[in-house]
């Protein structure tokens, strides 16, 4: 399965944006670039998920480098409702058998929000 | 409202003594799976089930079964708990694209 590295922590202001890095160097053509949150004492929650092309939606901006070894996902302004770990996940869309649907969890980015 | 519905919440045991955690979804999702997180190992996958009656192992399945009998249910048994499965679960689901998971709010396991 092709990895991701992401920073342990990041701190942020309110209402400032935050950009939380990842990688993925040996990222495949067909892996789907996923990003889901996990705020405190709850179960993780789908965030964005793009492939080549920048993605935008309600919650958050994805931007995928042209090489795709790398992505950002960006919350224009952060509240202290978004503290949460941050997890940066590839899903190969061609996978089948035991890779179907399985999401790989690495420890993820948690950001801290201060008022 | 979307949802997956864990239950119980919280639950202390004693080692050996059966139990079941419920899993349901309202969304008609064909794949559901669970998952423990444990501090400093992450999130892991224990098993899944791609439809009612298909079902398989993930990479930690030791310990644990699961049936799929009907499509919303997903439950996750533990015929004889040990201590070492003291651990936070999640249930989710998602469609035959898998573009999206929905997971439970999770279940707090203690064995004692």
């Known amino acids: 399965d092709a990895k991701t590295t992401q920073p342990n922590s990041m701190e942020s202001n309110e209402e400032e944006p935050v950009h939380l890095p990842c990688n993925h160097s040996?990222?495949?053509?067909?892996?789907?670039i996923h990003w889901y949150r996990q705020l405190p004492s709850q179960g993780p929650e789908y965030v964005i998920h793009?492939?080549?092309s920048n993605v935008n939606n309600r919650m958050a901006s994805l931007a995928i480098a042209e090489d795709r070894k790398s992505s950002t996902l960006i919350l224009h302004r952060a509240t202290l409702r978004d503290a949460a770990v941050y997890y940066c996940?590839?899903?190969?869309?061609?996978?089948?058998?035991?890779?179907?649907?399985?999401?790989?969890f690495g420890q993820g980015t948690i950001l801290t929000v201060h008022p | 409202e979307a949802q997956v519905t864990q239950n119980p919440r919280y639950l202390i045991t004693v080692t050996g003594k059966k139990l079941t955690v419920t899993c349901s979804q309202n969304?008609?999702?064909?794949?559901m799976s669970w998952y423990r997180q444990d501090p400093g190992l992450g999130l892991r996958q224990i098993y899944y089930s791609m439809n009612v009656e298909v079902t398989d192992k993930g990479d930690v399945p030791e310990g644990y079964k699961v049936s799929r009998k009907e499509k919303r249910n997903f439950p996750l048994i533990l015929e004889s708990p040990s201590p070492n499965q003291t651990s936070l679960y999640f249930c989710a689901s998602s469609d035959r694209e898998a573009t999206e998971a929905f997971f439970g709010q999770g279940t707090r396991l203690t064995v004692v």
């Open positions: 793009g492939l080549t």
């Open positions: 996940i590839l899903r190969d869309a061609n996978a089948g058998g035991t890779s179907y649907g399985k999401l790989t």
């Open positions: 969304m008609n999702h064909e794949y």
């Open positions: 040996t990222i495949s053509g067909t892996d789907y």
